[in-house]
C-alpha cells in the first residue's frame, strides 16, 4: 500500500463552491508539503506545515495538519478556474533530510 | 529572486544512449534533490545532494547517477537508456538539508526536463 495517500484521486466542482483534500500518512510525518501542478510543468509551492495543529492559509487555500491522525487536509473556499490543476502531498517520513514521498495526486476540474 | 531552472526543457534520445540533465537552484540554496514523474509510478525520489555530497538516495538502479559542483549546481545522467526512463525529471532545491529532529525546510521545484526514449 501507499506510504502517503490522497484523496479524493478526482474532484470536479461548480465554480464558487468549497472543496477539501486529503493526505494520510501510514508513517510518522516529520514534514508535510503542499504543490500544485499544471499538466506536464513543475510543482508549485503552496505551504509546508510540520507541527501537530499548524494551519496555514494563502489566499483562498488553507491547509492544516493533524499529528495524531498523521493528516493533512487542503480547503479551497470559492473555488475559481484558476484553482483547477492537480494538488499534490509531499511528506518527509524517514526525520533526515529532505526526500519527500508523495502521494498519488488529486485532480481538481473547477466548472465555470 | 530566480527560482530553480532546468535545461533542457525536453530531449528526446535513443534506448541505450546516455543523458546529463542540469538543474541551477535558487541563489543560496544548497541541496538539490532530483524526482522522476510517470503517469505509472507518480513522482519518485531519485537522490540528494548537498555541499557535493549526495545524502540520500531513492530505490533507482546504478545507471542514474548524480552530483553537485560548489556552486550547488547538480547535473544527474542516466546511462543505458531505456524506453522506461521517459519521464519528466524535477529537481527541487531548499536552503539547508533537514537534520534529524529538526524542522523541516520548504523545497521548490523547477519546471522539469522531459525526457522521451525512443
Known amino acids: 500500500s501507499q506510504e502517503l495517500e490522497q484523496s479524493p484521486q478526482s474532484l470536479i466542482v461548480q465554480e464558487g463552491k468549497n472543496l477539501t483534500i486529503n493526505c494520510t500518512s501510514s508513517k510518522t510525518l516529520y514534514g508535510l508539503y503542499w504543490y500544485k501542478q499544471k499538466y506536464g510543468e513543475g510543482l508549485i509551492f503552496l505551504m509546508m506545515l510540520q507541527k501537530g495543529g499548524e494551519e496555514k492559509s494563502h489566499e483562498k487555500i488553507t491547509a492544516k495538519l493533524d499529528e495524531k491522525k498523521q493528516q493533512s487536509s487542503l480547503h479551497i473556499t470559492a473555488s475559481q478556474p484558476s484553482h483547477a490543476g492537480i494538488y499534490l502531498c509531499?511528506?518527509?517520513?524517514?526525520?533526515?533530510?529532505?526526500?519527500?514521498?508523495f502521494g498519488g495526486g488529486t485532480r481538481l476540474m473547477v466548472k465555470p | 529572486k530566480a527560482g530553480v531552472t532546468q535545461t533542457p526543457r525536453y530531449l528526446i534520445k535513443t534506448r541505450g544512449q546516455q543523458v546529463t540533465l542540469s538543474c541551477s537552484p535558487i541563489s543560496g540554496h544548497r541541496s538539490v534533490s532530483w524526482y522522476q514523474q510517470t503517469p505509472g509510478q507518480g513522482l519518485q525520489f531519485l537522490f540528494e545532494y548537498f555541499s557535493e555530497t549526495q545524502r540520500n538516495k531513492g530505490n533507482f538502479p546504478g545507471r542514474f547517477s548524480g552530483r553537485q559542483f560548489s556552486n550547488s549546481r547538480s547535473e544527474m545522467n542516466v546511462s543505458t537508456l531505456e524506453l522506461g526512463d521517459s519521464a519528466l525529471y524535477l529537481c527541487?532545491?531548499?536552503?539547508?538539508?533537514?537534520?534529524?529532529?529538526?524542522?523541516?525546510?520548504?523545497?521548490?521545484f523547477g519546471p522539469g526536463t522531459r525526457l522521451t526514449v525512443t
Open positions: 527541487a532545491s531548499s536552503l539547508v538539508l533537514g537534520t534529524s529532529g529538526s524542522k523541516s525546510y520548504e523545497q521548490y
Open positions: 509531499g511528506a518527509v517520513l524517514n526525520n533526515a533530510g529532505n526526500m519527500l514521498t
